[in-house]
């Protein structure tokens, strides 16, 4: 049985280009569908690598999840949080982001027809954000370095605490089969707040 793959960035755009070079304003919707879809892939790419090594596995398949429809909090939140590199959105890019978004919205929910200079606009846009977005390798190396020894200084005594926190809610009950429930209850409570914590607190290092 075949592994799904996805297509990168790179194929996505060479078929929007091979759709848009078709001349047909039919294919030019398309063409705007698949550079979009270009750039989502490019900022999933470079966002979710980086944050796993900032705050771990578990709270970025959190944050990934909590995220699928929600593209601009990976643009505009998770790339400077995750890489260090600036994303303005009083910006020329952004704005012109949030034209192509609205184009791409457009033709996806109301089969709006596009003109072939839409389509090369949203296309040389995608261009211009991944080639910004290739960046972010060179700001992670500058920005990452002392956030992250901090992030994971923080992260070891988050996990102490809920230890602690969770050993005294076993040890309020003198039989533990009896309050086995109430302390895992109670640990999954502290545990999914630590997550948040530790998210709010490496925004923190990154806004300050």
Do not use: C
């Amino acid at each position: 049985m075949d592994l799904e793959t996805n297509l990168t960035p790179a194929e996505l755009l060479e078929t929007a280009e091979r759709l848009f070079a078709a001349e047909d304003q039919n294919m030019y919707r398309a063409a705007i569908l698949e550079a979009i879809t270009a750039l989502e892939a490019n900022v999933r790419d470079k966002a979710f690598p980086a944050l796993q090594l900032k705050v771990g596995s578990d709270l970025t398949k959190w944050l990934e999840e909590k995220t699928r429809m929600d593209f601009e909090t990976r643009l505009g939140l998770f790339i400077p949080l995750a890489t260090g590199l600036k994303v303005n959105k009083k910006d020329k890019l952004w704005d012109n982001y949030k034209k192509s978004k609205e184009i791409r919205n457009k033709v996806t929910h109301s089969g709006t027809r596009v003109t072939r200079k839409q389509a090369r606009f949203v296309i040389d846009t995608v261009y211009e954000w991944i080639e910004y977005l290739n960046q972010a390798q060179e700001a992670l190396k500058d920005h990452g370095r002392e956030t992250t020894e901090t992030l994971g200084r923080f992260i070891q005594a988050s996990a102490r605490l809920e230890r602690v926190i969770y050993s005294a809610v076993v040890k309020s009950g003198a039989d533990e089969n009896n309050f086995g429930e109430k302390a895992h209850r109670w640990r999954n409570y502290v545990g999914y707040h630590l997550l948040m914590i530790r998210f709010l607190t490496n925004y923190m290092n990154y806004v300050l």
